[in-house]
């Protein structure tokens, strides 16, 4: 059974809930944001067919064509996602929870907008 991008999504949420036990670990802050992206980013490549390949924002703009604001908080998330992989800066719990309510936001408007209970896609509820 092939890969289902959603489990990052249900892998950050569930990391989430043990951050405070970590004493707010930047790793594990920085892996939830991280997950949280390539979760929305590989179903939304899924649902326009845009390809990863090429760079990530052949994904983002095919999001945009169907739907602006989704579009946009995919481009946001990305955003988080360098910040979170690339910058010294710390990461913060409202990057992580704009992470995962984006997340969650954009995993929601594609199982309304595709047929994705025919595959390997969870609703997230």
Known sequence: MP???TEF???SSWLNTKLPNTGFQQSVARTIISRAYYAALLNS?????????GGHDGVINALKSKNLMTGNKLYALKMLRQKSDYEKPDVTR???NKALRDSKSI????HKSADLTQ???LNIS
């Open 3 to 5: 890969f289902n991008p």
């Open 9 to 11: 999504y249900e892998f």
């Open 45 to 53: 490549s899924d649902v326009t067919g845009a390809q990863t390949l």
């Open 94 to 96: 409202s990057d992580i």
């Open 107 to 110: 995993l929601n408007y594609l």
């Open 119 to 121: 595959g390997n896609y």
